[in-house]
């Protein structure tokens, strides 16, 4: 897909591998818009993405359909390229588990991503052309010590890319699931602080670059899945 003049809709846009992602869609020729939970954040990226901006919370489920219209109305009805990127998690033992926490990052990795998409996707359809970009994790691949709550998140979220795309490539709906190792950037940071960038580990420029090349591969083909680790990080 040649991204210039696609109209794009990035969620989690505010911080780390969504801001990157954005300044490098815009860069391309793409026209932007960003979504995340705070107005403050999104407004200081802005000059730095030059993306359209609007807030509102993934994990509002009962407001999705209301969401995802407004920000069809700001691209005039027409989205080609969907890259669900928000993500929240949480580290806990099995000892500590509590439904909230399930509930919280569910709401946002599995549930409101998908109904969001569900809104999209019918767009996509009309053109019979469209690419969809689900943000998981290498725990997507394999479980870790207190990883209950995240890791079964981005394993759902791995199932609902494949059952995606058996259902969307009659279509020529592109859907690939970009799973990055440990990024430096502000997740898990409860004061959502963005990290220094560390010489062995990657960067939100390693997966920017990744997102995009999936994107920009000729519409004959696409990748499915795609795991990004650093070369080295225990040097």
Same mark, same amino acid.
């Given at each position: ?22 300044? =490098? ?35 509002? /489920?009962?407001? #999705? ?6 920000? /069809? ?9 969907? /890259? ?29 991503? =998908? ?33 209950? #709550? ?5 394993? =759902? ?12 490539? &009659? ?6 699931? #970009?799973? &990055? ?16 960038? #560390? ?8 997966? =920017? ?23 080295? &990080?225990?040097?």
């Amino acid at each position: 897909m040649n991204l210039d003049g696609k109209n794009v809709i990035l969620t989690g846009g505010s911080l780390g591998i969504g801001k990157e992602t954005a300044k =490098a869609l815009v860069d391309k020729g793409a026209n932007v818009l960003i979504t995340g939970r705070s107005n403050k954040r999104l407004s200081k990226v802005v000059n730095y993405t030059g993306a359209k901006i609007i807030d509102f919370d993934i994990a509002d /489920i009962n407001n #999705i359909t209301r969401n995802a219209n407004e920000c /069809i109305k700001m691209l005039d009805g027409r989205v080609d390229v969907l /890259i669900n990127n928000a993500g929240l998690g949480v580290r806990k033992s099995i000892e500590e588990l509590s439904i909230d926490d399930f509930l919280k990052v569910f709401n946002v990795n599995v549930f409101g991503l =998908a109904l969001f998409t569900k809104e999209i996707v019918p767009l996509m359809k009309i053109k019979n052309s469209g690419t969809i970009i689900n943000i998981g994790s290498t725990a997507s691949l394999k479980g870790y010590k207190n990883g209950s #709550i995240y890791a079964s998140s981005k394993f =759902a979220l791995r199932c609902l890319t494949q059952c995606w795309q058996a259902e969307l490539r &009659p279509h020529n709906i592109r859907v690939c699931q #970009i799973n &990055p190792s440990e990024v430096t950037t502000a997740f898990g940071s409860s004061l959502r602080i963005e990290r220094e960038d #560390i010489s062995n580990k990657l960067t939100t420029k390693e997966i =920017a670059h990744s997102i995009i090349s999936a994107i920009e591969m000729d519409d004959r083909g696409f990748i499915n899945e795609l795991n990004v680790w650093a070369t080295n &990080p225990f040097n």
